[in-house]
């Protein structure tokens, strides 16, 4: 069986990890509910996790194959041309660069969602919020049972294993970059909000690291730096520094990650994985197993783009013969997510993300409308949506100091780190962070109301959060 606590214990448990909070905070005048223990994941699931990582690193290295062979003519132009839409030419000469060719971002960060299948990936993530946080995460509650023991009941196995345990988020940081004696991660100021976790990070890794969190301004660059890319291409007109270090990195002179490869970082890469003209290509170089926990975990993805259709044709598995047609979907047929698939001030967070059973007729044709008319700069996708299943969740209100259970709906991010080169590279799983919204909450994000928690693996079913 799992660790229970007693009602007092339990709230002494969250005020212990409020009160070590830094500061400043770990996100710039943003909190959330804090829970008095981790969120347990069974052993099968805790598996999968770890697998993935590999799955996942080699589906980046088959799409920089992909987008290189058809920018050099080797494959169909059209693959090249959709990924560069809206992209400004000197970003497209950018990641092509020679210097970049090779180049694959080192943090990984799917988003994940429970459903009663199992789980689903929904967006992929290489310049991920979140790392300081889950590390910060991962130290307290590790700590936590220092202060508080468990049930004398309890077996040894009941006792939760954090993923990643103690400092995986903070181990897995510091070897991004190899060997290299200094590390300069450069926020810019729409990633504003995530610089004090970032600075949280920097603090803990001091001891063993030259390293510094910069904004914009900063132009002391040396040779040998490792640079930690915590800025969107979307914004570089707005990062002043943003040419010095691509200048940099394209001559070799430090280590940058992410790279400046604007078409890793689009969703509709997701809508290419079921492409059925790219399935040879994808079997080829995922091999077939990956290739089967890809198409069973990545909802079929849809591009919206409104070039007309035969008329005797239709977009597989909607039976729709025009995307206008979306708009007269009913309500119950609309459990659709229309969101934008990158590289706009709109892409990431909860932003630019609509659920056509959610909303009303006019405000789902409006979204509709928007998504076939950005097609040229911005391509919007379509996925299925993947309910995620309910579970109950224990969080402690500190004003009242009160237990309380909230049914919720969970969103998993764990953050896979790639250490070493080229087909020596190998990816580790640091952390996982899970995010836990109350359930009339149909999209999953941050928020004051959410629960948020480290992730650890229990002997049995994910206890204390059960499903109902």
Known sequence: ???????????ERAQWIASQLPKGGLFAGHTWRIAPHPFGLDKRLANQLEKLGRV???FYRAVNLLYRKSAEGKLPPWIAQLLDQGKPNALIALQR????RHDLPRIIRPDILLTEEGFSITELDSVPGGIGLT????????RLEAHFAPNPTASAESVPVLIGHQDGPVRGFANLFGEADRIRVIVSDESSTYRPEMQWL??????????EV???SFSGFNDGDGVYRFFELFDLDQVRNAQTIFDLAQNRRIKLTAPPKAFLEEKLLLG????????EFWRQELGQAFLKTLHQHIPYTWIIDPTPLPPHAAYPDLGLTDWHQLKSLSQKERRLILKISGFAPQAWGARGVHLGSDLSTEAWRAAVDRAIQAFPSNPYILQPYKKPRIVESQWVDLNHQEAQTMKGRVRLCPYYFVVGEGDQARVR???????ICPADKKIIHGMTDAIIAPCSVHEAATQPHQPT
């Open 1 to 11: 069986m799992p660790v229970t606590y007693h009602s007092r214990q339990t709230v």
């Open 56 to 58: 996942l690193l080699q």
């Open 97 to 100: 660069h020679d210097s970049f």
């Open 135 to 142: 590390g910060w995460l991962n130290q307290q509650y590790d």
């Open 202 to 211: 920097a603090e803990q890794l001091r001891p063993i690291k030259d390293i």
């Open 214 to 216: 910069h904004d914009d």
């Open 272 to 279: 290419l994985l079921w492409n059925r003209n790219l399935r």
């Open 429 to 435: 799983l640091g952390g996982c962070l899970a995010t």
